[in-house]
């Protein structure tokens, strides 16, 4: 079945700094998505990527979908304590989601 | 209204006791999935419902019976549970047929806790 792996799994960095988490899938995907989970919270969707080698930004979030549509990539620049949290992708099928492990972000002041 | 609800919160229970977890969404969505979550692990797909019919069951043990009773209610009634499926019960759907659109929306959890 599809597997998608996340790296890293924990980063801490300071306020400021930038930060960035890449997924692998073993397979071709159709499309990815990226939910965030704040501590104690739930996945928020935050972005789908549909097309080889796709480059969608939302302020200082940087979301790119690879050429072969097997790897995709989140990078945050100046992170701010409101940017911690775990960043899951997610691999879409059909009617699911193949999600990675996430990466766990942390942001010191 | 983009948001799902689950009931109760919080819920402990011990091992002989049944119960039942509520969600609902008033999205006009056909697809609704309940998910387990232990800590520090990404949501682990349990049931997918799509157009009130069961249409995903992850080898989900009979302990965990979901129910769809109408296209804006979900439930996961609990008997014999066991303190190693205490997690976070998420619901989520999504709009079915739209095109581009396919992101599941996220309730806050259950977070049950067996003894």
């Known amino acids: 079945g599809q597997q998608v792996m996340q790296i890293p799994q924990y980063q801490h960095v300071q306020e400021g700094e930038d930060f960035t988490t890449y997924c692998n899938s073993s397979t071709t995907l159709s499309n990815i998505q990226w939910y965030k989970q704040r501590p104690g919270g739930h996945p928020v969707f935050l972005i789908q990527l549909v097309k080889s080698g796709e480059v969608k930004k939302q302020k200082r979030l940087t979301f790119q979908f690879g050429e072969a549509k097997k790897n995709s990539s989140l990078h945050i620049t100046a992170t701010q304590t409101t940017d911690v949290g775990t960043y899951f992708c997610a691999g879409s099928g059909y009617s699911t989601l193949t999600f990675g492990k996430g990466t766990m972000l942390l942001v010191s002041p | 209204d983009t948001e799902v609800t689950q009931t109760p919160k919080h819920l402990v229970m011990g091992m002989t006791n049944k119960k039942s977890l509520k969600c609902e969404q008033h999205m006009g969505h056909r697809a609704m999935y309940w998910y387990k979550q232990k800590a520090k692990k990404p949501p682990e797909l349990m049931f997918v419902?799509?157009?009130?019919?069961?249409?995903i069951n992850e080898s989900v043990p009979s302990r965990f019976s979901p129910e769809c009773p109408n296209s804006s209610l979900l439930n996961l009634h609990l008997h014999a549970l066991q303190p190693e499926d205490s997690a976070l019960y998420l619901c989520?759907?999504?709009?079915?047929?739209?095109?581009?659109?396919?992101?599941?929306?996220f309730g806050p959890g259950t977070r049950l806790t067996v003894l």
């Open positions: 419902y799509s157009y009130e019919k069961l249409s």
């Open positions: 989520a759907s999504r709009g079915v047929g739209l095109a581009g659109k396919n992101e599941q929306f």
